[in-house]
């Protein structure tokens, strides 16, 4: 999309939560109440990224995050049963896929976790567009309210430029969550009951329908402005790559937390070491300012 369309995006969205203030009552009083603190977290929610060990190896070894396009040889990639992957259905698969805030795309094996500054954002010359849902939810957990759309037009109708959206992301924050910082807890769902641009249509809509995506055209260096990495211990202690990539970004000032694995849920351990580097730098922030 051309930059116009997707400032006419944020434009329309920032509109519609301005009505749907309008409407309710209880959502209002939550944005004149919290939004001078919702705005300075949206503005500094750095940007995470799940991945798997094997492909983190992948990563180093390249020293660049590719995109689904790119790991597939520049040809668009099919599931086992002969059908296109989400990505591609949605036309995202030459994207490196963020989450503002959390970690909220499960990994299955061996996974870990890398936190970004926000300031990547306005560092990288990649292609940037942000769309206030995990767009490929759309295909199979969410569904949007406008049932006109199909998946692909709606995400197209939702993406927004890149960094300007955390604006839109700070109002839609201090309207829809009880305590700003709710938005970076799995359990803590918006307050408001109504919802303002998707809805559930199965049990495992989870967090991701409410979550902004940042998608960058692929690669990522990974010489971007990298705050964190979070890996099992075993793999930090596996081999020479794995300690070269400690030696390296350590030297870099990029924080390393080992976690062990205890009884298959290293998904969730991941997920709660990424929501405490969170919390830190969020209270950080708030106290002494960006850092």
């Given amino acids: 999309m ?4 997707l400032n006419a995006n944020l434009v329309r969205l920032r ?6 203030r309008d409407l309710c009552n209880a959502c209002l009083s939550r944005h004149n109440t919290s939004l001078g603190q919702a705005i300075p977290l949206a503005m500094n929610l750095p940007l995470s990224l799940a991945t798997s060990s094997d492909a983190l190896e992948s990563i180093w070894g390249a020293q660049t995050i590719k995109s689904q396009r790119d790991l597939n040889g520049g040809l668009s990639k099919k599931k086992s049963d002969g059908s296109y992957t989400d990505e591609v259905i949605l036309h995202t698969d030459d ?7 959390p970690f909220r795309y499960p990994v299955n094996s061996g996974p870990c976790g890398l936190i970004f500054s926000p300031e990547i954002e306005s ?9 206030p849902f995990d767009s490929g939810g759309l295909l199979n957990h969410f569904k949007p309210l406008n049932t ?21 992301l700070g109002e839609f924050i201090a309207t829809t969550f009880h305590e700003p910082t709710d938005y970076l807890h799995d359990d803590n769902a918006p307050a408001c009951d109504t919802p303002m641009l998707v809805k559930s249509k199965d049990p495992n809509a989870d967090a991701r329908q409410w979550t902004f995506e940042v998608r960058c055209q692929g690669p990522v260096p990974m010489d ?4 964190a990495i979070i890996i099992e211990r075993a793999l930090a202690q596996s081999g020479d790559w794995a300690e070269d990539m400690m030696m390296v970004l350590k030297s870099r000032g990029v924080v390393f ?5 205890v009884d298959g849920s290293d998904w969730e351990i991941l997920k709660e070491q990424g929501q405490k580097f969170l919390d830190q730098h969020i209270r950080q922030v708030v106290t ?4």
């Fill in 2 to 5: 051309s930059p116009t369309d």
């Fill in 15 to 20: 509109g519609e939560l301005l009505k749907h």
């Fill in 95 to 101: 994207d490196v896929f963020f989450f503002a805030g």
């Fill in 123 to 131: 560092k990288l010359s990649n292609r940037k567009i942000a769309t």
């Fill in 148 to 168: 006109s759309l199909t998946p692909i037009e709606f995400v197209r109708a939702n993406e927004m430029p890149v960094p300007d959206y955390r604006t839109y």
């Fill in 224 to 227: 971007a402005p990298l705050m």
């Fill in 257 to 261: 937390t080992l976690f062990d694995t």
């Fill in 288 to 291: 002494h300012g960006p850092l």
